[in-house]
Every structure is written in C-alpha cells, then in structure tokens.
C-alpha cells in the first residue's frame, strides 16, 4: 500500500514539475469570423408519460382538540394570566398514533 501512494506522489509531482518548468509563449491570433444564416428548427416528437388522476375514499382518525374556556369572574371578565401574564386559554390536544400496515 505505500508503494503505491510513494507512486501516486512521485507522479504528481512530475507532472506539476513538467507543468511548472515548461514556457508556453502565445502570440498573435484571432477568433474566425462567423456567419450564422436563418435555418429551420429540428422536428421533436415528445411523448410524455401519462398522469392519471383522481380521489379514493379514505378513513382517518383526527387529533381531538379541548378549549377549557374558564367562567367569568365576578367582575364578568374572562381571565386566564400565564406566568408572563398574558391571558390565554388551557388548550389540550390528544393524538392517538397507530402503525399503518399499509406503509
């Protein structure tokens, strides 16, 4: 296994190397001139896959949802102060969570 990564180095070095000591000058030179006429686009068949759509009649048990909405008080307001002192009301949510076999 250390061979082969001595190998893998000793490579890429020389191949840095050679990149590295080698003078490339470039002068001179132009892009060509293009002329581009009008033409005709391809003909494509595409053919899509086909989608149906539809419904199908599902059963399902939902969360139930209970807002204990306290009575009022004398003074014929409703309050309900949390720890920041911000009237809310006491919400309960029961969700009952089977395995679906189905899945």
């Given at each position: ?73 004398n003074d014929g307001d409703m309050d309900v102060v949390d720890e920041e002192g911000v009237n809310t009301p006491d919400v309960d949510v ?10």
């Amino acid at each position: 296994m250390t061979k082969w990564i001595v190998g893998a180095v000793v490579i890429i070095a020389a191949v840095f190397g050679w990149m590295y000591f080698t003078d490339t000058d470039v002068d001179g030179g132009e892009l060509p001139e293009v002329e581009v006429a009008g033409g005709e686009m391809p003909d494509v068949d595409v053919r899509g896959p086909e989608v149906s759509t539809g419904t199908k009649e599902v059963t399902m048990e939902v969360p139930t949802v209970d807002v204990d909405v306290p009575e009022e008080d004398n003074d014929g307001d409703m309050d309900v102060v949390d720890e920041e002192g911000v009237n809310t009301p006491d919400v309960d949510v029961d969700v009952e969570v089977e395995e679906n076999p189905d899945r």
